[in-house]
């Protein structure tokens, strides 16, 4: 039984309510997630035919349960489980209709890479991510829009396996180059490893994508005067930049768990809407949902749309809609409705790392710091319980998939993180603040960046202090 108090809303501005009802958990919404997860997940790795097969069983399994319900609406028997089972109706029909998605696509896929698979050929790609390097050369995420000699336009996410030139390409940019195509497995999130050649042209990135290159850009600038972990991790908390992160200190940061940083996630989302809230507290309800879903686009086009950050944006957006309509806010189901949206729109992220990963440290902060937080409080301030309770209950949910992700452990992960909590803050504020400074105002921007990297110093020595100790992975 769920008990209800009055909580302050940090969303009210003055002279609204300010309290809201805690109820407890909402799970109705966790098995339509799971189960959409599940046959994504699936999915993606059958033939066409496996897949037409598995809608077939679902919407029997749901019209079985179908006609069980309206046998008991028509003899007007309202049992407990009603409710139940409607909503197992429903989850079913959700997960059959994501699934004749995925067999759609799945087979259009299919037939691109019988198409393409050992193709060389002149090709365009633009860059979705800057090139990383790799070895001797470099990796780059790109969407492979045209073959030549093939008609109609393409728009398939494809990695590039290029020398270190391509490093210089700024994100956005067009790409005219000669190629071998080779395709990839059906559950691969990449239809093809693209292997250039010489680039033959470069076009410049044009329209939306113009501005945020030169943002990107422009941070990387102002931090390339600055020691290695500054001019590494600055444009990597800030941006998810990470080309200029070196070798050494990204794998201190692998050790001890400190990875997320340069991952832009749900923590980013987060405390962008949080400063944008507290600047707006003077504002209608209307214009602070407004403004946050403006914030919210502007930001994923800044940091690129990967998993997580769309996870992030579209659980912040579904937090948005709550806010104008003045209906109580709840992270679980706001998750719920991310991961099935985002699935819906990428089935192949369901086998994403990443992705995996942002949804478990979600829910993990969620369902599992709360507890924590209010058990340790009996022994210790509350702001040092949180500070512990936070990485305590996201390592423990991510563990399984940071296993199977890389099979060790970072023994020091908590106490890493909690010794680089309080500086990750004011480190993404100062990094995006520079970023967004850097074209219009250097100088200003120049201060914050400087300010930045001293908080990424202290990361710095902190991740190779904790790698250092005995054990640590």
């Given amino acids: 039984m769920s008990t209800h108090q009055a909580q302050p809303d940090p969303w009210s501005g003055p002279g609204q309510p300010t309290a809201v009802p805690a109820a407890g958990l909402d799970l109705r919404l966790v098995p339509a997630a799971?189960?959409?997860?599940?046959?994504?997940?699936?999915?993606?790795?059958?033939?066409?035919?496996?897949?037409?097969?598995?809608?077939?069983?679902?919407l029997l399994v749901a019209a079985g349960l179908l006609r069980r319900l309206r046998r008991r609406v028509r003899a007007r028997h309202r049992q407990a489980g009603d409710e139940a089972l409607a909503a197992w109706v429903l989850a079913l029909l959700l997960a059959a209709a994501l699934?004749?998605?995925?067999?759609?696509?799945?087979?259009?896929?299919?037939?691109q890479v019988r198409a393409l698979d050992g193709t060389e050929a002149s090709v365009t790609l633009?860059?979705?991510?800057?090139?990383?390097?790799?070895?001797?050369?470099?990796?780059?995420?790109?969407?492979?829009?045209?073959?030549?000699?093939?008609?109609?336009t393409l728009r398939t996410p494809v990695l590039v396996l290029a020398d270190a030139a391509w490093l210089e390409l700024p994100f956005g940019a067009r790409v005219q180059t000669q190629a071998r195509l080779a395709g990839t497995g059906p559950g691969e999130d990449r239809t093809f490893l693209v292997f250039p050649e010489t680039v033959e042209r470069v076009q410049e990135p044009v329209g939306w994508r113009a501005p945020v290159a030169q943002i990107r850009a422009g941070?990387?600038?102002?931090?390339?005067?600055?020691?290695?972990?500054?001019?590494?991790?600055?444009?990597?908390?800030?941006?998810?930049?990470?080309?200029?992160?070196?070798?050494?200190?990204?794998?201190?940061?692998?050790?001890?768990?400190?990875?997320?940083?340069?991952?832009?996630?749900?923590?980013h989302v987060a405390l962008l809407l949080a400063v944008l809230m507290v600047l707006l507290l003077w504002a209608p309800r209307w214009l602070r949902a407004g403004a946050g879903a403006v914030a919210l686009v502007a930001f994923?086009?800044?940091?690129?749309?990967?998993?997580?950050?769309?996870?992030?944006?579209?659980?912040?957006?579904?937090?948005?809609?709550?806010?104008?309509?003045?209906?109580?806010r709840s992270g679980l189901p706001a998750l719920c409705v991310a991961a099935v949206v985002l699935l819906a729109a990428d089935p192949w992220i369901s086998r994403s790392y990443g992705f995996a990963l942002?949804?478990?440290?979600?829910?993990?902060?969620?369902?599992?710091?709360?507890?924590?937080?209010?058990?340790?409080?009996?022994?210790?301030?509350?702001?040092?319980?949180?500070?512990?309770?936070?990485?305590v209950a996201a390592q423990l949910v991510c563990l399984p998939v940071l296993v199977l992700l890389q099979?060790?452990?970072?023994?020091?992960?908590?106490?890493?993180?909690?010794?680089?909590?309080?500086?990750?803050?004011?480190?993404?504020?100062?990094?995006?603040?520079?970023?967004?400074?850097?074209?219009?105002?250097?100088?200003?921007?120049?201060?914050?960046?400087?300010a930045a990297s001293w908080c990424a110093e202290w990361i710095a020595v902190v991740a190779r202090a904790c790698a250092a100790l005995p054990g640590a992975g």
Wanted: charged share 15%; hydrophobic share 55%; aromatic share 2%.
């Fill in 126 to 152: 633009r860059v979705q991510r800057e090139a990383r390097p790799h070895e001797d050369g470099a990796l780059a995420d790109a969407l492979l829009l045209a073959v030549d000699g093939r008609g109609g």
């Fill in 300 to 328: 994923v086009a800044l940091v690129r749309p990967e998993g997580s950050v769309l996870r992030a944006a579209v659980m912040g957006g579904v937090l948005l809609l709550g806010l104008a309509l003045r209906r109580p």
């Fill in 219 to 267: 941070l990387a600038e102002l931090c390339a005067e600055f020691p290695p972990a500054g001019r590494g991790l600055v444009p990597g908390i800030a941006l998810g930049d990470t080309r200029a992160l070196p070798a050494a200190l990204a794998a201190d940061m692998r050790t001890t768990g400190l990875t997320h940083l340069t991952a832009i996630s749900g923590a």
């Fill in 358 to 391: 942002s949804v478990a440290a979600t829910a993990g902060l969620l369902l599992l710091a709360p507890p924590l937080s209010a058990r340790l409080s009996a022994w210790l301030p509350r702001p040092l319980a949180l500070a512990i309770a936070i990485p």
């Fill in 99 to 111: 699934l004749a998605t995925v067999a759609v696509r799945g087979a259009d896929r299919a037939d």
């Fill in 34 to 58: 799971v189960l959409a997860w599940l046959v994504c997940g699936v999915g993606i790795g059958l033939v066409a035919d496996a897949v037409w097969v598995g809608v077939l069983l679902l």
């Fill in 407 to 450: 099979p060790r452990l970072p023994v020091y992960g908590v106490l890493a993180n909690i010794l680089a909590a309080p500086v990750v803050p004011p480190a993404t504020v100062l990094g995006v603040g520079a970023a967004l400074l850097a074209p219009v105002a250097p100088g200003p921007a120049l201060v914050c960046a400087q």
